[in-house]
């Protein structure tokens, strides 16, 4: 079923930058993971009752996890402050199944992926896809400085450098 939720724990919570979480989701009857293929989301139930979409930003090939990012956004509806200053290791939270309307293209011969800020969250997923085919990219991540860069201890990373 489309709208079928899933129960995940949060394994795990970690800062990635000032304002920035990134949150390891397992399943919490044990299982693994739904497939998904790099690019694509899932809808969280964050505490309050909102409704909000995060992008899996580990490898697909991972079937025992889902990571996302979240950055608490002062100016926000509240989804996010609700995530960031609510969820800790050991909740509970309902998430849809992966849904994907930004996939790789699937006959380039490269590709050129291009984030902003916390827009790297599908990007690192098609990294590590790429990576794993040995397909040919670049990645531009564009961010404000060291300091506030998500992911940073990752993408300076030889595979990713």
Known sequence: M????????VAEVHKE?????SYEL???DGGEMPPFTAGAHVDVDVPGGLLRQYSLCNPPSERHRYVIAVKREEAGRGGSAAFVDRVKPGDKLRISRPRNHFPLSAGAKRH????GGIGITPMLAMAHELRARGADFTLYYCTRSPELTAFHDLLSEPAFG
């Open 17 to 21: 930058a000032p304002g920035i979480r």
């Open 2 to 9: 489309a709208d079928e939720r899933l129960e995940v724990l």
């Open 26 to 28: 397992s399943r919490a």
């Open 112 to 115: 050129v992926l291009i984030a």
